[in-house]
């Protein structure tokens, strides 16, 4: 009997035992919060809202407070669509933090009356393209994925399975229906649209209970394979964090990259800075955004280099997107953007638009930034980073006279080319001072033309993609035989007053032409002033056709993309025959001087610029308009070269610029003093340059030497006197004060030097380390290896 009733007991406590491990099990599976952050993390966000987040959660609050004000959308627009779910996240994350906030019944009427849209049953039964097209699907999913996380708690077992029921149903949708993303195409897979679809499909796959068993097996497999392909590409094609669609469309790109990470990052429960650390593109995303950000006068904002399809403005919040990025690398360019970019206003997809403006940087402060803000990161002093980069896939050089808002800007780009908001615009180059425009690109347009870009025409024809409205590249890795290419040749940064930069870059084989050989165009900034050098060449006579956008605007403080008004105004003032002055502000901006040096002779004429203008089409229904106008410069030849000279009027400070005979150069006059001296011929008439190679230049300070350049240069020499020998050709900038000569070398192969010295130096360094040197009879004499951007310094 005994053991009857202890057989029984077993059974009882082994079926007990069975019960609540299944329970547990069950609890496991439904633990919340989960997707942006974990259940043990819930305190600490709590905490937040009395330290660290003031600010955030009063910005926070006053979301909830507007929306409890408004009224319930029963029928969706697609703007709001991108804006409105978002902010009911914030409704949700308010009252998972702080129960006793009044919003709860605010977040239950707007949360089911999007769930319940009529328009996600239309889309599914193929009736119209959902609500806000893919854009909007992606971003509303993530959203209402979030609310299920944070609000799971208060709903019932019923409204869960109804919530899951009705998201499964429109993620599975949504991923047959966007299948195209899914592909193995470089540019559909990596475009800001692509993006929002891993975005979502994660959130849903992460966030959501109770899905199919074959949903979670595709869905799963579909993101695992885009991840491991992103890594690649991530650090290879995208290793300088560039877009080729662009700054504007980065930063939504960027979101939803960031949203899919920390998704992927908190479900598969990987640590912070994970998958972030693994991936170039994350690493440099932030520094391709500070340097695409224009000098912008008073408000610190002059707009973005609009390269691609690019809005002057952002779409996409950057206080709430580069706390993620500074968060997890510890970035502190990243953290500059989240907290000291002054925006003022800032361009984002959101339901309130039209009747509310954003007047300061707290009302940005959005349920990303409370989530992923960390106060601890160091903010970058950009006084201690170089006023220029290079982001090499991209193919695109920025320079930047200093970090003031009163900054000359210059920025030139040739490089990759994989996506649909890519423009057919190698070559492509724009110059800015403090926010407004002088030479400058169209932005968004569609079709897309190359004759909309301050580059070159063939017979009156462009580049890989003129006149398509989704420029078609070509597939990855076959389109690779396209891609334009820039090289650095040196870039000095500032150094005693003198700034000095030279590059090449070679859009040659962007252009379908059977005619053309090549097209190469250097570029010489030096001391503010620029020169550039374009050399054609084609199998048979053609048209060779160089453009120059410009156009003037007056409107606002941010008068580089305020252009509704004037359109029509031609900036360019002639002054003889070869000569401009841009002036895009009648009289309230600084004028920039454009000088033909060319030593041949081109046709030249200013005429109207017309291009198709999406943003006024959207907004007063005129596609088709005048902005501003374009300089053309053409030559029938077999072969030609151009040489242009760019300076500020107020900077050139009544000195004189003159071409150089028999040769493309120029010299720089003051007070009918030899100020400098630049040549690409070495038969060149010069006054005092002399060299061998094929550029250099002299700069001189009350008649004394102060700089000295080449680019593949054996001698260069001042008059008679020879003030460097090199035994291979090699690319050198040399400045000189009292104590100091520094030289900045680029050497395709190992070399000796020689330069002229009136004492033998007291320390040689290369690079920072000690170097062996001879010093004879005036001369120092120096080994150099193979390298590019070396760094020699004498004690003198």
Same mark, same amino acid.
């Given at each position: 009997?005994?053991?009857?009733?202890?057989?029984?007991?077993?059974?009882?406590?082994?079926?007990?035992?069975?019960?609540?491990?299944?329970?547990?099990?069950?609890?496991?599976?439904?633990?919340?919060?989960?997707?942006?952050?974990?259940?043990?993390?819930?305190?600490?966000?709590?905490?937040?809202?009395?330290?660290?987040?003031?600010?955030?959660?009063?910005?926070?609050? #006053?979301?909830?407070?507007?929306?409890?004000?408004?009224?319930?959308?029963?029928?969706?627009?697609?703007?709001?669509?991108?804006?409105?779910?978002?902010?009911?996240?914030?409704?949700?994350?308010?009252?998972?933090?702080?129960?006793?906030?009044?919003?709860?019944?605010?977040?239950?009427?707007?949360?089911?009356?999007?769930?319940?849209?009529?328009?996600?049953?239309?889309?599914?039964?193929?009736?119209?393209?959902?609500?806000?097209?893919?854009?909007?699907?992606?971003?509303?999913?993530?959203?209402?994925?979030?609310?299920?996380?944070?609000?799971?708690?208060?709903?019932?077992?019923?409204?869960?399975?109804?919530?899951?029921?009705?998201?499964?149903?429109?993620?599975?949708?949504?991923?047959?229906?966007?299948?195209?993303?899914?592909?193995?195409?470089?540019?559909?897979?990596?475009?800001?649209?692509?993006?929002?679809?891993?975005?979502?499909?994660?959130?849903?796959?992460?966030?959501?209970?109770?899905?199919?068993?074959?949903?979670?097996?595709?869905?799963?497999?579909?993101?695992?394979?885009?991840?491991?392909?992103?890594?690649?590409?991530?650090?290879?094609?995208?290793?300088?964090?560039?877009?080729?669609?662009?700054?504007?469309?980065?930063?939504?790109?960027?979101?939803?990259?960031?949203?899919?990470?920390?998704?992927?990052?908190?479900?598969?429960?990987?640590?912070?800075?994970?998958?972030?650390?693994?991936?170039?593109?994350?690493?440099?995303?932030?520094?391709?955004?500070?340097?695409?950000?224009?000098?912008?006068?008073?408000?610190?904002?002059?707009?973005?280099?609009?390269?691609?399809?690019?809005?002057?403005?952002?779409?996409?919040?950057?206080?709430?997107?580069?706390?993620?990025?500074?968060?997890?690398?510890?970035?502190?360019?990243?953290?500059?953007?989240?907290?000291?970019?002054?925006?003022?206003?800032?361009?984002?997809?959101?339901?309130?638009?039209?009747?509310?403006?954003?007047?300061?940087?707290?009302?940005?402060?959005?349920?990303?930034?409370?989530?992923?803000?960390?106060?601890?990161?160091?903010?970058?002093?950009?006084?201690?980073?170089?006023?220029?980069?290079?982001?090499?896939?991209?193919?695109?050089?920025?320079?930047?006279?200093?970090?003031?808002?009163?900054?000359?800007?210059?920025?030139?780009?040739?490089?990759?080319?994989?996506?649909?908001?890519?423009?057919?615009?190698?070559?492509?180059?724009?110059?800015?001072?403090?926010?407004?425009?002088?030479?400058?690109?169209?932005?968004?347009?569609?079709?897309?033309?190359?004759?909309?870009?301050?580059?070159?025409?063939?017979?009156?024809?462009?580049?890989?993609?003129?006149?398509?409205?989704?420029?078609?590249?070509?597939?990855?890795?076959?389109?690779?035989?396209?891609?334009?290419?820039?090289?650095?040749?040196?870039?000095?940064?500032?150094?005693?007053?003198?700034?000095?930069?030279?590059?090449?870059?070679?859009?040659?084989?962007?252009?379908?032409?059977?005619?053309?050989?090549?097209?190469?165009?250097?570029?010489?900034?030096?001391?503010?002033?620029?020169?550039?050098?374009?050399?054609?060449?084609?199998?048979?006579?053609?048209?060779?056709?160089?453009?120059?956008? #410009?156009?003037?605007?007056?409107?606002?403080?941010?008068?580089?993309?305020?252009?509704?008004?004037?359109?029509?105004?031609?900036?360019?003032?002639?002054?003889?025959?070869?000569?401009?002055?841009?002036?895009?502000?009648?009289?309230?901006?600084?004028?920039?001087?454009?000088?033909?040096?060319?030593?041949?002779?081109?046709?030249?004429?200013?005429?109207?610029?017309?291009?198709?203008?999406?943003?006024?089409?959207?907004?007063?229904?005129?596609?088709?308009?005048?902005?501003?106008?374009?300089?053309?410069?053409?030559?029938?030849?077999? *072969?030609?070269?151009?040489?242009?000279?760019?300076?500020?009027?107020?900077?050139?400070?009544?000195?004189?610029?003159?071409?150089?005979?028999?040769?493309?150069?120029?010299?720089?006059?003051?007070?009918?003093?030899?100020?400098?001296?630049?040549?690409?011929?070495?038969?060149?008439?010069?006054?005092?340059?002399?060299?061998?190679?094929?550029?250099?230049?002299?700069?001189?300070?009350?008649?004394?030497?102060?700089?000295?350049?080449?680019?593949?240069?054996?001698?260069?020499?001042?008059?008679?006197?020879?003030?460097?020998?090199?035994?291979?050709?090699?690319?050198?900038?040399?400045?000189?004060?009292?104590?100091?000569?520094?030289?900045?070398?680029?050497?395709?192969?190992?070399?000796?030097?020689?330069?002229?010295?009136?004492?033998?130096?007291?320390?040689?360094?290369?690079?920072?380390?000690?170097?062996?040197?001879?010093?004879?009879?005036?001369?120092?004499?120096?080994?150099?290896?193979?390298?590019? *951007?070396?760094?020699?310094?004498?004690?003198?």
């Amino acid at each position: 009997m005994m053991r009857v009733k202890y057989t029984i007991l077993i059974v009882l406590i082994l079926s007990f035992s069975v019960v609540v491990n299944a329970c547990k099990k069950k609890n496991e599976t439904q633990v919340h919060p989960r997707l942006f952050f974990q259940a043990n993390e819930l305190e600490t966000f709590k905490n937040y809202k009395n330290t660290t987040h003031k600010q955030e959660w009063a910005s926070l609050l #006053s979301i909830c407070e507007n929306l409890k004000k408004q009224d319930v959308f029963l029928k969706p627009k697609p703007k709001m669509v991108f804006a409105f779910p978002e902010k009911l996240a914030a409704v949700a994350l308010v009252q998972l933090l702080d129960p006793n906030q009044p919003y709860q019944e605010t977040f239950k009427k707007h949360f089911w009356t999007i769930l319940n849209w009529k328009e996600w049953d239309s889309w599914i039964e193929g009736k119209s393209k959902g609500p806000g097209g893919d854009l909007g699907i992606a971003q509303a999913l993530i959203a209402l994925s979030a609310c299920y996380d944070w609000q799971y708690q208060n709903f019932s077992d019923e409204e869960r399975k109804l919530i899951n029921d009705k998201l499964i149903r429109i993620s599975h949708h949504f991923y047959k229906d966007y299948s195209r993303y899914h592909t193995k195409s470089f540019a559909i897979m990596n475009c800001n649209h692509g993006t929002n679809v891993y975005a979502a499909l994660s959130a849903i796959l992460y966030g959501i209970d109770g899905i199919p068993s074959e949903y979670k097996k595709e869905w799963t497999e579909s993101l695992e394979h885009k991840y491991e392909t992103l890594t690649s590409q991530m650090n290879s094609n995208m290793s300088d964090g560039f877009s080729d669609e662009g700054a504007t469309y980065l930063m939504f790109q960027l979101k939803t990259y960031v949203q899919w990470m920390e998704i992927r990052r908190n479900a598969l429960e990987k640590g912070y800075g994970k998958p972030y650390e693994d991936l170039q593109w994350f690493q440099n995303a932030s520094a391709y955004c500070l340097y695409s950000i224009l000098p912008g006068g008073d408000d610190n904002f002059g707009g973005l280099a609009r390269y691609a399809d690019a809005n002057p403005r952002f779409w996409g919040n950057p206080y709430s997107v580069f706390p993620a990025l500074a968060k997890n690398l510890k970035d502190p360019i990243a953290q500059w953007l989240s907290n000291d970019l002054d925006l003022q206003e800032v361009e984002l997809w959101r339901a309130e638009k039209k009747n509310q403006k954003d007047q300061n940087q707290k009302s940005n402060f959005d349920v990303w930034r409370y989530i992923w803000k960390d106060g601890t990161v160091p903010t970058v002093d950009l006084n201690t980073i170089p006023n220029w980069r290079f982001f090499e896939d991209a193919g695109m050089y920025v320079w930047r006279s200093s970090w003031e808002n009163n900054a000359s800007y210059f920025t030139i780009k040739s490089g990759m080319h994989y996506q649909g908001h890519g423009q057919p615009d190698d070559g492509q180059f724009m110059i800015h001072r403090a926010g407004v425009p002088y030479i400058i690109d169209m932005g968004y347009s569609v079709p897309k033309y190359t004759n909309e870009h301050n580059v070159l025409l063939v017979n009156g024809k462009g580049q890989v993609g003129d006149g398509d409205v989704w420029c078609d590249f070509g597939e990855y890795p076959a389109n690779k035989n396209i891609w334009g290419k820039t090289d650095i040749i040196l870039s000095t940064g500032n150094q005693d007053g003198v700034d000095y930069f030279n590059l090449i870059s070679d859009p040659t084989n962007m252009y379908p032409s059977k005619e053309l050989e090549f097209w190469h165009r250097e570029v010489i900034g030096f001391n503010g002033v620029f020169l550039m050098r374009d050399e054609m060449k084609a199998n048979t006579d053609v048209d060779f056709e160089l453009l120059l956008h #410009s156009y003037t605007s007056r409107k606002g403080k941010k008068d580089a993309y305020v252009y509704e008004k004037d359109r029509d105004v031609n900036p360019f003032n002639a002054i003889g025959e070869n000569e401009w002055k841009i002036d895009p502000r009648k009289g309230k901006a600084p004028l920039l001087i454009v000088k033909d040096l060319s030593n041949q002779t081109w046709n030249q004429k200013v005429d109207e610029a017309w291009f198709y203008d999406n943003y006024l089409r959207k907004k007063n229904g005129v596609g088709h308009v005048q902005l501003g106008n374009v300089l053309k410069r053409k030559q029938h030849a077999s *072969s030609a070269s151009s040489l242009l000279f760019f300076g500020f009027e107020d900077q050139l400070d009544g000195k004189q610029v003159k071409s150089l005979k028999n040769g493309d150069g120029m010299a720089i006059y003051k007070n009918e003093k030899l100020n400098t001296e630049i040549s690409w011929s070495e038969k060149a008439k010069t006054k005092q340059l002399r060299f061998k190679g094929e550029m250099a230049g002299l700069a001189f300070v009350n008649k004394k030497i102060q700089a000295w350049f080449g680019r593949d240069v054996r001698v260069i020499g001042n008059g008679k006197e020879d003030l460097f020998l090199a035994e291979n050709p090699i690319s050198v900038f040399t400045n000189s004060s009292k104590n100091e000569m520094t030289i900045h070398v680029n050497s395709s192969k190992e070399t000796s030097i020689q330069i002229k010295l009136n004492d033998a130096p007291n320390e040689v360094e290369l690079n920072g380390e000690p170097i062996e040197y001879t010093y004879k009879k005036n001369w120092l004499s120096v080994n150099l290896p193979k390298g590019e *951007s070396q760094i020699l310094k004498l004690n003198l």
